[in-house]
Each structure stands twice: as structure tokens, then as C-alpha cells.
């Protein structure tokens, strides 16, 4: 168990950049969560996936937000079009089942737009 | 819709004192409660949870936590600060085990 990573730890891009992350979960989860939290907030949900399958999307996410997690493993979220209100700390979770189990969570990657 | 309120954006406590860190859910179902902790440059993790067993939950570093459903409160406790404890700590709910919605944070300082 090498825990949930994440890469890159930060990015910094300009307005109108697409930019995309990485998430590698717990190899056995089946679930995998991204949030977002900006500066003295705590994490807001953005998505999940049940193993390959994206069963719900926060209406945080845009349609610049895309999320993927192609045969179930590691995950990626992509915005494009990065507006400055988008800088934050993206963070992935990952836990055995549902929302009632542990969710383990990776360092977050900080994303500043400039 | 559900929330977590949590009072106090910031929290001082000498060492070796009570502290006391509270969290009010509004939810419509029956709720899982949780804490997290987020050290300095360290990702969140878990300091204990509710999960419709017993109301009064032990975790790990000392804490506990106390479901009051008639208070729709689970405030977090430890009866003695250590320096080691400083750190955000962020109370969480999930109704019904339906979806996951974490309050604002409380950041805790531990003074010497």
C-alpha cells in the first residue's frame, strides 16, 4: 500500500491553458473522489467513480471539468480553458465502497492561473 | 439540502488543555459523521468516524467525538493538547451514505 498520489504537486499555467492531473488511488479501491479547496476552505466534492464509472458530478464542474478513469485505475481531470477562479488545490480521495468507508487522500496538486 | 457548520475558524488552546473543537450537520436521513485532520503540507486523513454504532467515538491521537442527535451536533474532544496536534480539522457528513459534504475547517493552534 503506497497510498493515493498525485501529480503534478503543483502547476502553474495561464488563463486559457488547458491543464490536466493525475490521480493514482489504493490499487485495491474501487471508489475515487476529486474535491477542491481553495484558501481557508475545507474540500468541496467534485466527482466520483465507481470503478470506470462516473456516477455523479457537483455542479461545481463545469463544462471546461472532465473527468476520466479509464479501466478503473488511475484517474485524470482535465480543465481546459483555465480561468483564475479555477486556481485551488485539486485533491484525490479513494476508498474500498461507498461514502461511508475511509476515504484516503493524496498531497492535492495546487493549480494557480495566472 | 445538507451542511456542516463549524464554530470557530480558529482555535488556540495551551498545551496540555481541554480542546474542544465543534461541529453542527443538518441532514435529513440518518448521518455518517466523520473528522479529518490536514497537517502542514500533508494530505487530509482520518481521525475517526460515526457510523450508527455506538454515539461516542474513539479515534486516533486521543480524540474522541460524541453523536448528539438531538443537537445534530458531533463535536470533537481531546482532554489533553499536545504541540503535535496543530493542524485544520475539518467535520464532515454523509447522509444516508449518499453523497459526502465536508464544513469550512477549524485550524487549531496549541500554544506552549
Known amino acids: 500500500d503506497t497510498g493515493v498520489s498525485q501529480d503534478p504537486r503543483h502547476k502553474i499555467t495561464k488563463r486559457g491553458q488547458n491543464v490536466t492531473f493525475r490521480c493514482d488511488p489504493i490499487?485495491?479501491?474501487?471508489?475515487l473522489y476529486w474535491y477542491r479547496q481553495t484558501l481557508g476552505q475545507g474540500p468541496e466534492f467534485l466527482t466520483y467513480?465507481?470503478?470506470?464509472?462516473?456516477?455523479?458530478k457537483s455542479r461545481l464542474l463545469s463544462d471546461r471539468f472532465s473527468a476520466e478513469r479509464p479501466k478503473g485505475s488511475f484517474s485524470t481531470l482535465e480543465i481546459q480553458r483555465t480561468e483564475q477562479g479555477d486556481s485551488a488545490m485539486y485533491l484525490c480521495?479513494?476508498?474500498?465502497?461507498?461514502?461511508?468507508?475511509?476515504?484516503?487522500f493524496g498531497p492535492g496538486t495546487r493549480l494557480t492561473v495566472l | 439540502a445538507q451542511s456542516v457548520t463549524q464554530l470557530g475558524s480558529h482555535v488556540s488552546v495551551s498545551e496540555g488543555a481541554l480542546v474542544l473543537l465543534r461541529c453542527n450537520y443538518s441532514?435529513?436521513?440518518?448521518?455518517?459523521l466523520f473528522w479529518y485532520v490536514q497537517y502542514p503540507n500533508q494530505g487530509l486523513q482520518l481521525l475517526l468516524k460515526y457510523t450508527s454504532a455506538a454515539t461516542l467515538v474513539k479515534g486516533i491521537n486521543g480524540f474522541e467525538a460524541e453523536f448528539k442527535k438531538s443537537e445534530t451536533s458531533f463535536h470533537l474532544t481531546k482532554p489533553s493538547a499536545h504541540m503535535s496536534d496543530a493542524a485544520e480539522y475539518f467535520c464532515a457528513v454523509s447522509p444516508g451514505g449518499q453523497n459526502f459534504v465536508f464544513g469550512p475547517g477549524t485550524r487549531l493552534s496549541v500554544l506552549p
Open positions: 467513480f465507481q470503478n470506470e464509472a462516473q456516477l455523479e
Open positions: 441532514s435529513s436521513v440518518p448521518p455518517y
Open positions: 480521495a479513494s476508498s474500498t465502497q461507498g461514502f461511508t468507508d475511509t476515504q484516503y
Open positions: 490499487s485495491e479501491h474501487n471508489r
